[in-house]
């Protein structure tokens, strides 16, 4: 079974100042730093935030289910302002996803504001594995607020 999961979220704040964000390591360092119940720690494992990097991802002790991942950034297109990633090792892959994936994209809406979204993409053959799915986009949504509350006081502070 595949399916797709997806949520946007409109940021005041020009296109390129959220891509400072979403398109570099600073977002799972923002992802620690200001949401430490999500993420414990991210081990950059190969590259420079770049296509090709690769992150160990280490869920806080007690998580349930998984308690790390890797994730190899498989695209990272700094000119139309979206990444590409996909589990290759530990979390979804462990639990019988034969493909877990998450697109980062920015949109410019205008000058002064963009639409920033997220989706998720994933293969499994067990169908009940299929409604868990949808759990797994609550932390993605936590992570578009707050980062969307952060970039505006960043630019408005």
Same mark, same amino acid.
């Given at each position: 079974m595949k399916g797709t999961i997806?949520?946007?979220?409109?940021?005041?704040?020009?296109?390129?100042?959220?891509?400072? &964000?979403?398109? #570099?390591?600073?977002?799972? /360092? =923002?992802? !620690?730093? *200001?949401?430490?119940?999500?993420?414990?720690?991210?081990?950059?494992?190969?590259?420079d935030g770049s296509t090709g990097t690769v992150l160990k991802i280490?869920?806080?002790?007690?998580t349930p289910g998984i308690?790390?991942?890797k994730e190899?950034?498989?695209?990272?297109?700094?000119?139309?302002?979206?990444?590409?990633?996909q589990v290759i090792e530990g979390g979804y892959v462990? &639990?019988?996803? #034969?493909?877990?994936?998450? /697109? =980062?994209? !920015?949109? *410019?809406?205008?000058?002064?504001?963009?639409i920033t979204k997220f989706t998720v993409?994933?293969?499994?053959?067990d169908v009940k594995l299929a409604s868990h799915a949808f759990t797994m986009v609550e932390p993605l949504q936590t992570v578009i607020r707050s980062a969307k509350t952060y970039l505006t006081d960043k630019i408005h502070n």
């Amino acid at each position: 079974m595949k399916g797709t999961i997806s949520d946007e979220i409109e940021v005041n704040v020009p296109a390129n100042v959220a891509w400072e &964000l979403y398109g #570099t390591l600073h977002l799972s /360092r =923002f992802i !620690v730093q *200001e949401l430490p119940t999500l993420l414990n720690k991210v081990d950059v494992i190969e590259g420079d935030g770049s296509t090709g990097t690769v992150l160990k991802i280490t869920f806080p002790e007690g998580t349930p289910g998984i308690p790390y991942f890797k994730e190899r950034f498989n695209i990272v297109d700094d000119e139309k302002r979206y990444k590409q990633s996909q589990v290759i090792e530990g979390g979804y892959v462990d &639990l019988g996803y #034969t493909f877990y994936g998450i /697109r =980062f994209e !920015v949109n *410019e809406k205008d000058e002064n504001s963009c639409i920033t979204k997220f989706t998720v993409s994933y293969e499994v053959e067990d169908v009940k594995l299929a409604s868990h799915a949808f759990t797994m986009v609550e932390p993605l949504q936590t992570v578009i607020r707050s980062a969307k509350t952060y970039l505006t006081d960043k630019i408005h502070n």
